[in-house]
């Protein structure tokens, strides 16, 4: 499957506790998203990489959510003491590079997401 | 960020029928649309982009795009409960794709 790649689909925490989701994006995709979901709502975004570099990042992102994409190929987001209102689906999602056709670059493949319950 | 509008719904039509959802977007500038199909508990998924204005088809699925109007939709021919599901707007023309809430479709037998 080459499809984009999220782990893990569920996760279950205490409030208080930190947690870390890994995505995998198409291999050939440097570009990638992550974006926050609650019933009810679009996708919301949260952070974005240009193969390692964090271009952008939500103004509404607090200070205890990171992310890391170390070698321009998986990333990391980890949330630091949770909190119940963190609980939503985490989506990852891929697009292709700058030097594609502009709608080319545009479409974003998403993963299957985390689904985060913060207890 | 772009701000996009879409009416929540739900939207519920019978089997067979057509269904139209809409989009507004306050920016200008986009060139590009993109609607996304989201079962309940899964990803979004593109389903669909148009890039110029009037009308693009693609099987059961035709995208309309008026520029000037700040407007798009997407229609569903001959609708089937397989399409039950939220349908998510995204202008194009950003690093930062912005979705709108999405519309829920409900096709009932």
Redesign the interface.
């Known amino acids: 499957d080459t499809g984009v790649s999220q782990n893990p689909r569920h996760k279950i925490t205490k409030r208080g506790q930190n947690v870390t989701f890994r995505c995998d994006p198409i291999s050939e995709h440097n ?1 990638l ?1 992550w ?1 926050r979901q609650t019933l ?4 919301e ?1 949260l952070t ?1 990489f240009q193969n390692e570099a964090q ?2 990042k939500s103004r509404l992102l607090s200070d205890r959510f990171s992310a890391e994409r170390p070698k321009g190929s998986f990333s990391t987001l980890e949330i630091q003491r949770t909190e119940q209102g963190d609980s939503a ?1 985490y ?1 990852c999602a891929s697009s292709l590079e700058p030097g594609a056709s ?2 080319a670059r ?8 985390t689904q985060l319950s913060v207890l | ?1 772009k701000e ?1 509008e ?1 009416n ?1 719904g739900p939207l519920s039509v019978p089997e067979g029928a057509i269904a139209s959802l809409n989009c507004t977007y306050s920016d200008r500038v986009s ?2 649309f ?1 609607w ?1 199909r989201q079962y309940s508990g ?5 389903i669909m ?1 148009i ?1 110029s204005n009037g009308d693009k088809e693609d099987g059961r699925f035709t995208a309309q795009l008026n520029k000037a109007s700040q407007y798009v939709s997407l229609l569903i021919r001959d609708s089937q409960p397989s399409d039950s599901a939220t349908y ?1 707007c ?1 202008p ?2 950003s ?8 519309t829920s479709l409900i096709v009932h037998p």
């Open positions: 570009r998203y974006y009810g709502q679009g996708p975004f974005y271009l952008e689906m989506l502009q709608g545009e479409k974003l493949f998403f993963g299957s997401g | 960020q996009v879409q929540s060139q590009s993109f996304y899964k990803s979004p998924e593109l982009s890039y998510l995204a194009g023309g690093y930062i794709p912005t979705f709108g809430r999405g």
